[in-house]
């Protein structure tokens, strides 16, 4: 199970209120291929990657309105994330009846959660603490 712990919030409401819900779903996701309903991820992973693709585009605003200096290194992040979604819908069309696809599914979403929320992210936490833009 994966926790938004307060040390990987970033204070800043719009934003973590997205990283709570984007965890609720990657734990969502794994209960439901560890209790053996691998089928639900047809519908849950698409659902997680709109909502990952909503969230870039919201956090990328927020630095553009900040004047985040790395906006486009951090836009370059999210873009090469966009892969690793792809690869999670293939995974959720394969999860039914593939153990493999299951596990791998599982570990790319930790993964991405990982990758974006607890690295990249925190790589701008003090700048919009001093920036303080419009929430």
């Known amino acids: 199970m994966v926790e938004l712990t307060p040390s990987f919030e970033l204070q800043f409401e719009t934003l973590d209120q997205d990283h709570q819900k984007l965890i609720d779903l990657v734990n969502r996701i794994v209960e439901m291929i560890d209790q053996g309903n691998a089928e639900a991820c047809k ?7 709109t909502f990952s693709k909503q969230h870039f585009a919201r956090e990328e605003a927020l630095l553009v309105s900040a004047n985040y200096p790395d906006v486009e290194k951090h836009r370059q992040h999210h873009l090469d994330l ?43 936490k003090d700048f919009l603490a001093e920036a303080k833009p419009a929430k």
């Open 82 to 124: 966009h892969d690793k979604l792809d690869h999670m819908l293939e995974f959720a069309e394969m999860a039914g009846e593939n153990e493999m696809a299951c596990e791998s599914l599982k570990k790319e979403l930790v993964y991405f959660i990982m990758d974006d929320v607890i690295t990249a992210d925190l790589e701008f």
């Open 43 to 49: 519908t849950l992973v698409p659902e997680f990657v």
